[in-house]
């Protein structure tokens, strides 16, 4: 009762992240409620992502803004009761990111065409290329995330970065897949990323729809060679990159610790 009041109360008073709540004490005597309760409440919210606590004289309670890993977690907690499949996904995907990226294009700055480039430098698959395969293939999803935090659609572009967290963290190729198969699904992600970038170099919107589409396809359609399949399992919180924005194109310590985590 009392987390749901001290949300009423916050919704209330239009409070934004970044803007603390009273004082513990002060909390108890607006509520009628122990120490006790009242601390359990606070915990509540801050394992919800609503709340920071700190300790320390200018320590208490901030209000957070919920991260995507924070939402991914309790999604993945509910999919790991579900039978959820890749082509339940790609179904989704294939729905989803061609208009995304085709609202994105607009709004691409100058700054998220270049991180688009260093994206599609680090996943290049060639021989000399320095970074992992693993890597690359990390890399091959940030593409798609840098595209959809420039979409202006909030809800969508959340959904799509949804879809790509759980590519990240979920997929896993058959043991019997070659290095071959792997190198394959690369190139093709490579190729085609080139060619979205190149539409919304050129603000061809309606190009970059129709790349995107056809490398959703493609992408899917190599997943299914590989025989690649879905790990059900539970986020812990310790792999959760909490309070973590968009991460940096060809920041490789980011890259390594999501591979080392994957």
Known sequence: MVVEEIKRWITGRNLNPGEKLPKEAELQEMF???RGTMREALKALEVQGLIRLSTG????ATIERVTLD???QFLQNYLFFQDITIGDIYALRRMLEPEMAALAVPHLSEADLEALERSIEISNPSQDNAH??????VEDLHFHDILAEACPNPFLRFQCRLINRMLETMVVSSLHATQDEHQRLGEAAWRAHRKILAAARKSDADQVRKLMLAHIVENQRHLDLLQAGLRSRLVLDSELRLGAGLPVAGDPSLL???QAKA
Do not use: H, I
Not at 132 to 137: G, V
């Open 32 to 34: 009628g409620v122990s």
């Open 57 to 60: 004289p200018a320590g208490g």
């Open 70 to 72: 924070r939402t991914f």
């Open 132 to 137: 992992s395969a693993a890597m690359q293939r």
């Open 256 to 258: 390594l610790r999501r």
